[in-house]
């Protein structure tokens, strides 16, 4: 069977794309979520080099493969954020399963093309950890396993309530003051709010992102597209921001919510703010009456993953991030 690739035709591959994602993710995704996503992010690349020659800036490529009928079989998109630390490039790959074994390869050798094209140092990539034998593949070209994200999922439809009532109450006691960024919005918290996000992400293991300058994480986390303000939740003591919550209304159509991310200060953990947090984000979710709720983490944030357990999360398929050195 003879492949080619080539680039995307829009608005006609949107549908088959978001079917890829889709099959990739196990979850349906809305064609029309993709297209509105576009319509925030740069048409032209807008590459630039910092001054040790690192690839700097804005720049995206989106492919897919077709077959011999010219069905389209995969999708890869590459590109680097401007936020993105200086000479990584990011990768996705979304393949049908009956194709596995053909098309990763060719795939994986123009993302790859095209990243050395524009200088980048690595290329990582995304791998749903069930694609043990893609790994394999991937291994044999050089990519090296950098870490492993594990995701778990709580069933909220049978949900009979929570087995930690009075730990909310207890912190209260203690002077712990929860919210959510609805009810603060006019007491000029962001930078606050902007400050605890970054510093607890660079402390998760595992972390090697540059994080987001405030003008691009307000624009894509606090004001995103599937952020709510009544879905971010803050933890208080003695007037200073100490923890936080994000739940993302990630799927609507299927009723599912993402537990996006959970931080609290270093100096106040071990003191039961993060479950806190957790119980607060069922607590919400509950009232959009979300039939399930997924989180994500480092396998080896342990705490983190201990407290989901303790929820009820249950484990379903995960990521392997893969890279390369160009």
């Known amino acids: 069977m003879t492949f080619n690739i080539r680039n995307l035709i829009l608005p006609s591959d949107y549908i088959i794309i978001a079917e890829l994602i889709s099959i990739t993710n196990n979850e349906t995704m809305d064609w029309k979520s993709i297209q509105e996503e576009d319509k925030q992010i740069p048409i032209e690349n807008n590459v630039t080099y910092d001054e040790e020659g690192k690839l700097t800036g804005f720049c995206r490529e989106r492919i897919v493969i077709t077959d011999d009928s010219d069905c389209i079989v995969g999708y890869a998109v590459v590109w680097h954020a401007a936020w993105g630390v200086p000479g990584v490039m990011c990768s996705s790959f979304f393949v049908r399963p009956s194709y596995q074994e053909e098309v990763w390869i060719p795939l994986l050798r123009y993302v790859i093309s095209w990243s050395r094209e524009m200088k980048a140092s690595i290329l990582r990539t995304e791998l749903k950890d069930y694609l043990t034998h893609v790994k394999a593949l991937m ?188």
């Open 139 to 326: 291994e044999e070209v050089n990519f090296s396993l950098e870490r492993h994200l594990l995701y778990s999922k709580l069933n909220l439809v049978d949900f009979v309530g929570l087995s930690y009532p009075d730990q909310i109450g207890k912190l209260e006691q203690k002077g712990f003051v929860f919210n959510t960024f609805a009810d603060m919005q006019n007491d000029n918290v962001e930078e606050q709010i902007y400050e605890l996000w970054k510093q607890t992400y660079m402390e998760i293991p595992g972390s090697r992102e540059a994080f987001k300058s405030f003008e691009q994480w307000h624009k894509w986390d606090l004001q995103g597209g599937n952020s709510k303000h009544d879905l971010l939740i803050l933890a208080w003591y003695n007037k200073q921001l100490i923890g936080l919550t994000q739940i993302l209304y990630d799927n609507p159509t299927e009723g599912g919510m993402m537990n996006e991310y959970t931080g609290v200060r270093k100096d106040f953990r071990g003191r039961g703010v993060g479950l806190a947090l957790k119980l607060k984000s069922i607590e919400s979710v509950l009232h959009y009456k979300a039939k399930y709720m997924e989180t994500g983490n480092d396998s080896r944030n342990i705490p983190m993953i201990k407290i989901n357990n303790k929820l009820g999360y249950e484990k379903i398929p995960g990521d392997y991030i893969m890279s390369l050195d160009l």
